[in-house]
């Protein structure tokens, strides 16, 4: 016959329930915000196409109105292209890489100093 649950063995199964939870929660937050981001650079890309296309079509005719349309194409087109870079660099995406550099970096520094007062 098994001995009862202790009143902390179940409290510790419910925490870790509860925090496979939250992360399950928290994974799935970061999935639709991914399939969002997904659908606004599709968007993004087949605009940029659209108007690169209007671009080119229009360079070749010099009328002042088609003039004033190329200048609004090529600010559209500017616009789009940072909205995709930015895409790409996030500090939430730098942020891990970032704090192992320094971390690992000072850990160099100080083994260097360490090496360096014992050699010399």
Aim: proline share 4%; hydrophobic share 35%; glycine share 6%.
């Amino acid at each position: 016959m098994k001995p009862p649950k202790q009143p902390f063995e179940s409290s510790h199964a419910e925490n870790q329930e509860q925090d496979f939870e939250q992360e399950l929660m928290t994974a799935e937050r970061s999935l639709l915000s991914l399939k969002e981001r997904y659908t606004q650079v599709q968007a993004d890309k087949s605009g940029q196409a659209e108007l690169q296309k209007r671009l080119k079509k229009l360079r070749y005719n010099k009328s002042p109105e088609m003039k004033a349309e190329l200048r609004q194409i090529k600010q559209q087109l500017e616009v789009l292209e940072l909205n995709l870079e930015s895409q790409l660099f996030s500090w939430g995406s730098l942020k891990e890489p970032f704090w192992q550099a320094i971390r690992f970096g000072g850990l160099g520094v100080i083994i260097g100093w360490i090496l360096k007062s014992l050699a010399g």
